[in-house]
């Protein structure tokens, strides 16, 4: 159809876009080549047409239709190594015009993605940060960590549940292995049943993905042989559900109706369910523990649960169970990473205000 | 004293039934609110109020039936307000084929209300002369870009089958150039794919008609001039019924047509005011009881 | 062995991923990308068939004991054998049929019942209910929560007044700015809070990770490694 295009020609008066470049885009992993052009200064252009032709090849191929404010295009089919050449077909809605032709160009994959390299770095600060204090800890020294009322209560909410021979509800979240969120519940869980183990106090875990589902039972056993109670491990303590966000939930309030636990842990990542679980467990009577980092839940679960882990509050629960030193050592990491991130910003605000450095550009 | 006691630790299954009661009664009588249009509905009214009278008001129907309360009032209002100024109409949908049944629906039912009521050949509106549906087509940004060429390249048929080359008011609604504005009302991020190729690339006036829940995510847009007007809920529906019922009484088509947003507002308030009642019972009763032990 | 497998594992898998983000290159990128994808694709489909064997576990064991309420276990054992039956082997819907609905299929006794039926008559009602009970839950939730027991408690009761009276048509009617009012909490006392959190939440996941990656937290093995 653009045989005849590969020379400069102006149809009924319109002119084209001039301008047109093609350059192998950076900081990517090939197959792209970035296409830009200055637009036509005509009123009436609906949109422009981007044509390829390969070396070698006479014709042109038409990649895409864009939109008359555009005036880049990022071709992701190139092959790479291949050279290619651009143009670009001003479109009007009686009239076409063609561009000259850009220079050629090949795409290639880079080993380094120079724009995360502030990303790169802030990284390493904080993994130097968390290994330093580690290692601290791992010598001996004494780490202070502020008290979390939710935490504390888990003692005592383990020994009302033994007291009045009710079981303990644990819930890891309705989301996937790959949230960090759930994987923070699940080293929870590990020392809440290990707290299980020796008490001798029934547990129950429902879970809504596949995966978690093997994860926290393999937890839950490794708890209770890590606690010297491999006999009182029930397979049946942990058990798959459905993921079906509702029909979970249903069947999570239908446990703490009718089992009546003694306590109920929240923890993890939740969505709307979280007040219907938290509502219901508020109404059965239990001492509720919840604890996520989705921000839209928070507000529900302090509302109706006795205790909320905030955020963070949920990574650092495990460390804080355990007493672990090395644990606690990860968290005084953070807490550095956290101050130096405050006075990175009150500077940058600072700088930015009054001396008018540019400092957003920096990263 | 046992009352404040008794009040502090009452029943929930009480709050249950008398929410229960303050949703269902209003949406079974509802007291007359008057809804007060906000600026972002405002916008969007005038905008399409003042348009150029040969430029099309396109909707783009994105949602699907489980969040037809909150956004079909909005469709039946749009309608109601373009075929009562006298404003050609085109609709689409782009996201679920599940839309199509009731952007079907929604037009045959605003199309009923004003022929069964008009006078005159001119007072009715004829589809594929005033209206037309386009059905549904995919995938999503050829549909989007391709309407910024030719729509009837894109929708060779409409929604019935006929050749839309065929039908009088494509001869006037080429590409987006004859588009006033383009809503796409949706319970998804659709309208910001639509900013994206329609509004960004060629440049269309956008509205967005979303659930309450989701508004929040695009106020930034409207702040930014990318939306022209945004509806958000039940509330941003009621307030354009409120504004087109306004409109349609001073061009003297005061028919007292249904709103079902306006009506659900009434549901809405009242279970916001009882749960503010509720909240005041609890902290009076617990200063009470409070004061008492002290 | 047992203990330290997984742990290489993690260490190795754990360090290609972070390198996967500075690294573009297909050698590193395309790895890391059939780690993500294909990889847990396949281990979701094999613990998939565990959790369906732990539901029949779970509910056959409370029908042999006859515990509290076991013909409820029934209607779910029924339910996920005739829901599995009809979306294997039924087709979507009367347009694409499958085995079951083909000419001398036993379809012919089941009518309409198609995996579409059930979904949009039994799963959306039902879903739609459990969500709707929201309504009541915030009430009651509401109603007990929201006091003034200490000078916190009562700025989030003042400023949940304001947001409930701001979004009906009553709050302006007293008050006329509170609608703006309301909206500038949300936009910005609320916004500020949150990124405060999401800062903690973004350090706190990453010092998790790196803990796992690093095996200092071993408590995903069940607590043990001492």
Not at chain 1, 122 to 151: C, D, E, N, P
Not at chain 1, 235 to 261: H, L
Not at chain 2, 71 to 81: A, D, F, K, V
Not at chain 3, 117 to 141: C, H, K, Q, R
Request: glycine letters at 8%; hydrophobic letters at 50%.
């Amino acid at each position: 159809m653009f045989l005849a295009l590969t020379l400069a020609v102006t149809l009924a008066g319109i002119a084209p876009a001039s301008g047109v470049t093609a350059a192998d885009r950076p900081n990517d992993g090939g197959s792209t080549i970035q296409v830009t052009w200055t637009r036509s200064p005509d009123e009436g252009i609906i949109g422009y047409r981007v044509l390829r032709r390969a070396d070698g090849a006479v014709e042109w191929d038409t990649l895409t239709m864009v939109g008359r404010f555009i005036a880049r295009y990022n071709d992701q089919a190139a092959e790479d190594g291949t050279r290619y050449q651009y143009a670009v077909l001003a479109v009007s809605d009686t009239a076409a015009a063609v561009s000259e032709p850009s220079a050629w160009a090949a795409s290639k994959p880079q080993w380094y993605n120079s724009e995360r390299t502030t990303a790169l770095i802030g990284s390493l600060i904080f993994t130097f940060l968390i290994v330093f204090f580690t290692f601290q800890a791992r010598s001996g020294r004494k780490l202070f960590i502020r008290r979390i009322g939710g935490l504390d209560a888990v003692e005592e909410a383990l020994g009302r549940a033994t007291e009045m021979g009710r079981p303990i509800l644990y819930v890891p979240g309705l989301s996937s292995i790959a949230d960090v969120a759930t994987i923070a519940a699940l080293n929870i869980l590990g020392e809440v049943a290990k707290k299980t183990a020796k008490f001798g106090t029934p547990l129950i875990v429902p879970n809504r993905d596949p995966i978690v589902y093997t994860v926290a039972r393999e937890v839950v056993k490794e708890a209770y042989t890590s606690a010297g109670r491999p006999d009182a491990f029930n397979p049946d303590m942990v058990f798959y559900v459905t993921d079906q966000q509702f029909a979970y939930a249903a069947a999570v309030d239908g446990i703490m109706v009718r089992e009546k636990p003694a306590t109920n842990f929240l923890m993890g990542m939740f969505w709307a369910e979280s007040l219907i679980l938290a509502e219901t467990g508020a109404s059965t009577g239990a001492v509720q523990i919840a604890g996520t980092d989705a921000i839209g839940q928070l507000p529900f679960f302090i509302t109706a649960c006795d205790y909320t882990l905030i955020g963070e509050e949920l990574y650092a629960a495990s460390a804080y169970l355990s007493h672990e030193p090395l644990l606690l050592g990860a968290i005084k990491g953070q807490d550095w990473s956290k101050l130096l991130i405050l006075g990175l910003i009150i500077i940058g605000t600072i700088l930015q205000l009054t001396a008018g450095v540019p400092v957003i550009d920096i990263f | 004293m046992k009352f404040w006691d008794k009040l502090l630790a009452i029943d929930r299954r009480w709050i249950y039934v008398v929410i229960w009661l303050v949703v269902m009664i209003p949406l079974l009588v509802p007291f007359g609110i008057k809804p007060e249009a906000m600026p972002p509905v405002k916008m969007m009214f005038a905008y399409i109020d003042t348009m150029p009278e040969d430029k099309a008001l396109v909707i783009s129907v994105d949602y699907t039936p489980d969040t037809e309360p909150e956004l079909h009032p909005m469709y039946i209002s749009l309608l109601r307000h373009a075929f009562a100024t006298k404003r050609k109409v085109g609709v689409l949908c782009v996201s679920s084929v599940m839309s199509l049944g009731l952007a079907e629906s929604g037009l045959r039912q605003v199309l009923e209300e004003f022929n069964s009521r008009a006078e005159t050949p001119e007072d009715s509106i004829v589809y594929g002369r005033d209206c037309v549906n386009w059905g549904w087509s995919t995938p999503f940004i050829t549909i989007l870009l391709g309407l910024g060429e030719r729509v009837t390249n894109v929708f060779p048929v409409d929604y019935f089958g006929n050749r839309t080359d065929t039908l009088p008011i494509m001869a006037g609604l080429k590409n987006y150039d004859d588009m006033g504005i383009v809503v796409s009302i949706a319970g998804s991020s659709v309208p910001l794919s639509w900013v994206n190729y329609a509004h960004t690339q060629f440049g269309v006036h956008m509205g967005c008609g979303i659930t309450a829940v989701s508004a929040a995510d695009f106020y930034p847009y409207l702040n930014s001039g990318q939306f022209t007007g945004m509806l958000a809920g039940m509330k941003g529906a009621a307030e354009y019924e409120q504004l087109t019922a306004e409109k349609m009484a001073a061009l003297g088509l005061d028919w007292d047509l249904q709103r079902k947003g306006t009506e659900a507002m009434s549901s809405q308030t009242a279970a916001h005011i009882a749960i503010m009642v509720f909240i005041l019972i609890g902290n009076f009763a617990f200063f009470i009881t409070r004061r008492r032990k002290q | 062995m047992q203990r330290r497998l997984p742990l290489l594992l993690v260490l190795v898998l754990g360090i290609f991923g972070a390198a996967a983000f500075v690294i573009p290159h297909p050698a590193v990128r395309g790895v890391d990308e059939v780690m993500r994808n294909d990889v847990i694709r396949i281990i979701t489909a094999f613990s998939l068939v565990l959790g369906v064997g732990s539901i029949i576990r779970h509910h056959l064991i409370k029908i042999r004991r006859k515990a509290e309420h076991w013909p409820f276990s029934w209607v779910t054992l029924i339910t996920l054998v005739v829901s599995a039956i009809l979306g294997l082997f039924g087709g979507i819907d009367p347009a694409s049929p499958g085995i079951l609905f083909r000419a001398g299929g036993v379809g012919r006794f089941l009518g309409t019942f198609h995996i579409q039926v059930l979904y949009e008559n039994m799963m959306v009602p039902l879903a739609a209910t459990m969500f709707a009970l929201l309504a009541f839950f915030m009430a009651s939730a509401a109603y007990r929560a929201f006091r003034a027991r200490n000078f916190e408690a009562t700025l989030l009761l003042i400023a949940a007044f304001i947001l409930m009276l701001g979004a009906v048509p009553l709050g302006r009617m007293l008050i006329k700015p509170l609608p703006e009012f309301a909206e500038w909490i949300l936009t910005v006392p609320n916004t500020a809070a949150k990124r405060g959190i999401m800062f903690g939440v973004g350090l706190g996941t990453m010092a998790t990770s790196l803990k796992i990656i690093l095996g200092i937290e071993r408590g995903w093995l069940g607590g043990g490694g001492k």
